[in-house]
Every structure is written in C-alpha cells, then in structure tokens.
C-alpha cells in the first residue's frame, strides 16, 4: 500500500478516500489476524484491498500532478521511506536476522507468498517505488479517452505475463482515469473510517509485526488479543513519524508551487497520501 493524502486539486482534501483507505487497512488487518485460525478466505479481499490501494494512489497523485517528476519523486521518498524502513528494521529485529540493507530501497521485489518475507506487506510499498519514476506515464494514459486508457492497461497486462509485476501499472493508470470523479459518503466521512484512514499507512506496514509477536506468545488467540496494541502501535507511529515525514514532504512540494502560474494542476497541494 502506498500513501497519498486524498487532495483535490484545489488544495482540499476528499474525505471519503480517507475513509476507504481505513476500512481497507482493517480488511487487510482482518485477514491476517483469522489465518493462524486456519481461516484463508479473508485472504482474497485482503489481496483486493491491496489493489484498490494502489488505485486510489493512482486517483489521488493524478489529482494533485504538475508535470515536476523530480520534485515529485522526492516528495514520495520523503513520505513513504520513514515509516517504511522503520517497520523494516523492526521485522529485521523481531526475525532475529542481519538486515538486508538493499531492501530499505525497495529492492529486490518481495514476493508476499514467500514464508522467509520479513514483513508481507512491504511486498507493496516496493511494487508502488517503482512505480513512480512512470508517473508521467500514468497520468498520460489515464487522463485522456478511454480507448487510450483502455489499450495502455492491455497492453501493461500483456506485459505481465513475462514479469507479473509491472502489473501494477494497471492500476494506477485505473486511479488515474477516475480521478476525474469525485467522491462523497457521509458514513466514510464520519470520525471513525476518518482516523481508520489517517493511521492506514502505519497500520498496514506495523500490524503483522504485532500479530507474530502476540500469536506466538499466546497462540491464535494472541492475533485477537492483541488488536488495542495494533491499533496504538499504528498510531504512535503516526504520530512520531510518519505526521512528521507528510509535514516535511508537502513543505518540499510547496516551495517551487507558490512560482506557479494560472494552470490549477501548478497549485500548492498537499500530494502525498497513504
């Protein structure tokens, strides 16, 4: 999963995407805590949820593009690293191992389905990295007509079966058409998805490592007992850094913003999600 606050082009922020973004995070969160029960199913809308993140990354970095992909890729340096090479020594620690130091830069690509991954869910966050130097890409195949969106996803998909993850394209470029939409909902507005949505990005890269910790200490159960932990995990690390890391990350795409001029994609909008 990666992050993106949910601006809008003028600077406000699409409340509901927060909201989805929460309620994915739990579904996520749900599934690993029933397989040590030997409950899979909830696997299937855990990976779904996955994709619809990248989707929504995809919607919302479109939204607030200015056509800079210099500025811009250190923006999502600045905001998805901290939080994720934090998690990533804490899995390294949890695991007992030396830690892999390319990892920490999103390489090699992790494959969740591997029982020697440190943390499953960084599977993600590296497919997202590499996705954002083709920013430009997805932004030109996702806001013009729908054939041209259309036949770039067929053409990424034909692409994945020799190398399945650049599938991933896919979906951004999904996010991207839709950003012309918007969305409302007043329940997913409401406070709960609402601070669900804001610790999301915390909450998805710290619940397993909590999880393995309590299931192993107390069983099955111990994933259960333990969910007031996960929560206040993600939001200490909310908290001390990743609030920190979006501060600093929208203060590096303000800068050059305020020399834009007329054209409302050259605004100064907070750009970077979970």
């Given at each position: 999963?990666?992050?993106?606050?949910?601006?809008?082009?003028?600077?406000?922020?699409?409340?509901?995407?927060?909201?989805?973004?929460?309620?994915?995070?739990?579904?996520?969160?749900?599934?690993?805590?029933?397989?040590?029960?030997?409950?899979?199913?909830?696997?299937?809308?855990?990976?779904v949820a996955v994709c619809l993140f990248f989707v929504?990354?995809?919607?919302?970095?479109?939204?607030?593009?200015?056509?800079?992909?210099?500025?811009f890729l250190l923006r999502r340096f600045l905001r998805?690293?901290?939080?994720?090479?934090?998690?990533?020594?804490?899995?390294?620690?949890?695991?007992?191992?030396?830690?892999?130091?390319?990892?920490?830069?999103?390489?090699?690509?992790?494959?969740?389905?591997?029982?020697?991954?440190?943390?499953?869910?960084?599977?993600?966050?590296?497919?997202?990295?590499w996705a954002m130097p083709f920013m430009p890409l997805?932004?030109?195949?996702?806001?013009?007509?729908?054939?041209?969106?259309?036949?770039?996803?067929?053409?990424?998909?034909?692409?994945?079966?020799?190398?399945?993850?650049?599938?991933?394209?896919?979906?951004?470029?999904?996010?991207?058409?839709?950003?012309?939409?918007?969305?409302?909902?007043?329940?997913?507005?409401?406070?709960?998805?609402?601070?669900?949505?804001?610790?999301?990005?915390?909450?998805?890269?710290?619940?397993?490592?909590?999880?393995?910790?309590?299931?192993?200490?107390?069983?099955?159960?111990?994933?259960?007992?333990?969910?007031?932990?996960?929560?206040?995990?993600?939001?200490?690390?909310?908290?001390?850094?990743?609030?920190?890391?979006?501060?600093?990350?929208?203060?590096?795409?303000?800068?050059?913003?305020?020399?834009?001029?007329?054209?409302?994609?050259?605004?100064?909008?907070?750009?970077?999600?979970?």
């Amino acid at each position: 999963m990666g992050s993106a606050d949910s601006a809008n082009i003028d600077g406000r922020r699409i409340a509901a995407l927060d909201g989805v973004r929460g309620i994915l995070a739990v579904v996520v969160l749900a599934g690993h805590v029933c397989k040590p029960f030997g409950i899979t199913f909830l696997l299937i809308p855990s990976h779904v949820a996955v994709c619809l993140f990248f989707v929504m990354s995809g919607y919302v970095l479109t939204r607030a593009w200015d056509g800079r992909l210099a500025p811009f890729l250190l923006r999502r340096f600045l905001r998805l690293w901290p939080v994720y090479a934090v998690c990533l020594v804490a899995a390294f620690v949890i695991a007992g191992q030396h830690p892999v130091w390319t990892q920490f830069f999103w390489y090699p690509y992790i494959d969740p389905r591997d029982p020697s991954t440190i943390n499953p869910q960084t599977w993600s966050l590296v497919l997202e990295a590499w996705a954002m130097p083709f920013m430009p890409l997805i932004v030109w195949a996702g806001t013009s007509t729908v054939s041209r969106s259309a036949i770039a996803m067929l053409l990424i998909l034909c692409a994945g079966v020799f190398y399945a993850p650049i599938i991933v394209l896919a979906f951004f470029i999904a996010g991207a058409y839709f950003s012309r939409k918007m969305l409302r909902n007043d329940w997913l507005e409401s406070a709960i998805p609402q601070w669900l949505g804001k610790v999301s990005y915390s909450l998805y890269l710290s619940h397993f490592l909590v999880l393995i910790i309590f299931v192993k200490l107390l069983g099955p159960w111990g994933g259960v007992l333990c969910l007031p932990v996960v929560f206040g995990v993600a939001w200490c690390i909310w908290f001390a850094l990743e609030r920190p890391s979006i501060w600093l990350s929208r203060r590096v795409g303000a800068v050059p913003a305020r020399n834009a001029k007329s054209d409302p994609r050259q605004s100064a909008v907070p750009l970077i999600d979970r």
